[in-house]
């Protein structure tokens, strides 16, 4: 069955460090991805898309990968702050279009001082 | 645009109650979607709208779920009767296709507790 793995468990980091999220997917051959933050008590906020013809995305302080092969996804945010405490998730987009995306169950982050 | 809304922000019912969940889209925008979180399932797709037709509904747990979307506009989906395993966050998205992908844009959400 199709599945999408991310840390379940919180992680939690230093302010000023590269934060790292993981996300794993089996038995898709997605044509998109997306990762979205969220914030308690509030919906999804896209963050960034990628294709599957792309490596590396980038925007600002956050770096998304795309490895087709290894079916995986990495999230980075650079010098991390406290205002990026949040669940960041990823969605798979099979065809394209945002019409099914199958979100991951999120990672929460939490960057102290 | 004020982004997509969702009302009410808060439900608490009664088992075998109806409910209905309202939503505004961005207007312009051509897809809708219903969304449900649960701390065990995460984020669940129910059904999806594109110019006001329902497009997949294989994400509706049962009968006693539906929606509609009556104009470009406003969204409604229902339980009937409401169950306490009805109890999460529905969310309602909007995107609008353009050529390949398409972020969706999330309303604030309404949580139901079904007692």
């Known amino acids: 069955s199709q599945k999408i793995e991310q840390n379940s468990e919180a992680l939690n980091i230093q302010e000023g460090k590269t934060a790292t999220l993981t996300c794993n997917y089996t038995n898709y051959s997605p044509a998109y991805l997306q990762w979205y933050r969220q914030d308690p008590g509030r919906g999804p906020v896209f963050l960034l898309l990628i294709r599957e013809n792309e490596k590396e995305k980038r925007k600002e302080r956050l770096k998304v990968t795309f490895d087709t092969t290894l079916k995986q996804s990495l999230f980075h945010i650079t010098a991390s702050q406290p205002a990026d405490s949040a669940t960041y998730l990823c969605?798979?987009?099979?065809w394209g279009g945002g019409n099914k995306l199958t979100f991951g169950t999120g990672t929460q982050l939490k960057v102290e001082l | 645009d004020a982004g997509v809304i969702q009302s009410p922000r808060h439900e608490v019912t009664e088992m075998g109650q109806e409910v209905t969940l309202r939503c505004k889209p961005i207007?312009?925008?051509?897809?809708l979607f219903w969304y449900r979180q649960t701390m065990m399932r995460g984020l669940e797709l129910l059904i999806y709208?594109?110019?006001?037709?329902?497009?997949?509904d294989s994400g509706m747990p049962e009968d006693r779920f539906s929606a509609k979307m009556p104009n470009a506009s406003f969204s409604t989906l229902k339980i009937q009767p409401s169950e306490p395993r009805d109890s999460a966050v529905y969310f309602c998205?909007?995107?609008?296709?353009?050529?390949?992908?398409?972020?969706?844009?999330f309303g604030q959400g309404t949580r139901l507790t079904v007692v």
């Open positions: 969605a798979l987009d099979p």
């Open positions: 709208f594109n110019n006001n037709v329902p497009i997949d």
């Open positions: 207007s312009g925008h051509d897809y």
């Open positions: 998205a909007s995107s609008l296709r353009l050529q390949g992908a398409a972020e969706a844009f």
